[in-house]
């Protein structure tokens, strides 16, 4: 491999970091994963080492330790750093929105401190569809409005506001916050994956505890959409592809001050659409039950992707079979 300079993935551990981190290298590039394992496993970062084919350094860290991160950034020159840690259940935002505000706000206000001490600057910022709000248009390109309905997504809108006011204060600022739709799916290799720890709050670690019989049945959330099955429609990206779009961000990162883009299919599945296809694909039953909204909830939302097409050249290869059938075959990996 002709290593091209030390990317540094706050929250590289994570279900995205860890994809990411196998497309950096495979991209030239050395991965360094900085994470404090709050949502995440250790035993993560071995398996990433055995998909790059190569011992991968993980620094344990909080990325709202000043030391700490002081150290990180001394102890290895940093070309880019891509910034996924964050705390991410919207629920939970609600019941502790300081919590939030302090591990995803503040949080990026040391990283960024920490790389101003070592003239670290570029950056990928891990964004949200969340920034938009309730969607007032379909597909959602970059320009809808953002409003924040929950203390998690306010926590994105903050973040990138930040960004501007960084990228201004220096020279030669580059960054790129990605706008991920919902991305779903794990490694081909079945290595690396999804795995929330409780009950889920997202659709598709749901499906796979009642696939596995860990949960009775799905509860779907509304069958009284304006949609053609009444169920709500999102855009689900395999989280490969979603990796990719890192990659692509990376090499264009130089010609950004900064840009926000989408990462979506821009494809909408509705939730029955997710569910039997899961069943077709992989030939097992989900059993489900209709329930009122979750409040909060949109009818429809899905990207106009082709902003990342324009800028990054990149767009979403696999499907909705993929998904389902990658997420599942993680699920029910022999770990040996
Ligand atoms: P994840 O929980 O699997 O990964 C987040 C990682 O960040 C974990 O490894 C966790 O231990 C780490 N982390 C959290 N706070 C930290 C801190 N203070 N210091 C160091 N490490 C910390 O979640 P994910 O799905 O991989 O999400 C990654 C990023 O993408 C998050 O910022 C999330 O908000 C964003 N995002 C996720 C989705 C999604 O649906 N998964 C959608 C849009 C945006
Ligand atoms: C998808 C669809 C539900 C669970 C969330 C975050 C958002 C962003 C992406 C991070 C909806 C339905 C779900 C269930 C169901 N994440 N559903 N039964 O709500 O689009 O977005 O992830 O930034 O901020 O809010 O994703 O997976 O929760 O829901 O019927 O048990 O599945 O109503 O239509 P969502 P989701």
């Given at each position: 491999m002709n290593a091209r300079g030390i990317i540094l993935l706050t929250g590289g551990a994570g279900f995205i970091g860890s994809h990411v981190a196998v497309e950096v290298a495979a991209a030239g590039w050395i991965p360094v994963l900085l994470d404090n394992f709050c949502t995440s496993e250790r035993s993560v970062v071995g398996r990433i080492s055995e998909l790059v084919g190569g011992p991968v350094r993980c620094i344990e860290a909080d990325i709202r330790d000043a030391q700490a991160m002081h150290a990180a950034f001394g102890s290895t020159p940093v070309h880019a750093v891509i910034h996924l840690a964050g705390l991410k259940a919207v629920g939970e935002s609600v019941e502790q929105p300081e919590l939030y505000h302090d591990n995803n706000v503040r949080g990026t206000e040391v990283l960024l401190t920490a790389m101003d001490e070592f003239g670290v600057r570029r950056m990928v910022f891990s964004s949200s569809?969340?920034?938009?709000?309730?969607?007032?248009?379909?597909?959602?390109?970059?320009s809808h409005p953002l409003s924040a309905i929950n203390p998690y997504g306010q926590t994105k809108l903050d973040i990138e506001r930040m960004l501007d006011r960084w990228v201004d204060a220096g020279s030669e600022r580059h960054v790129c916050s990605l706008r991920y739709f919902n991305p779903v799916g794990a490694h081909a290799s079945a290595l690396i994956g999804e795995s929330p720890r409780g009950i889920p709050n997202n659709l598709m670690p749901y499906v796979v505890k009642v696939a596995r019989g860990e949960l009775s049945e799905l509860g779907v959330?509304?069958?009284?959409?304006?949609t053609p099955d009444g169920t709500g429609i999102r855009d689900y990206i395999h989280v490969v592809d979603l990796a990719r779009g890192h990659v692509a961000a990376l090499e264009r990162?130089?010609?950004?001050?900064h840009e926000r883009i989408n990462l979506g299919t821009g494809v909408g599945a509705s939730v029955l659409e997710v569910v039997h296809a899961f069943e077709r694909v992989n030939g097992v039953k989900v059993p489900y039950a209709m329930r009122p909204r979750r409040a909060g909830d949109a009818a429809s939302a899905f990207a106009d992707a082709g902003l990342a097409e324009r800028r990054l050249g990149w767009r979403a290869r696999l499907g909705l079979d993929e998904m389902m059938r990658d997420s599942w075959a993680f699920a029910t990996r022999d770990d040996g």
């Open positions: 569809c969340t920034v938009y709000g309730t969607p007032q248009r379909l597909p959602i390109d970059e959330f509304g069958g009284d959409w304006p990162l130089d010609s950004m001050r």
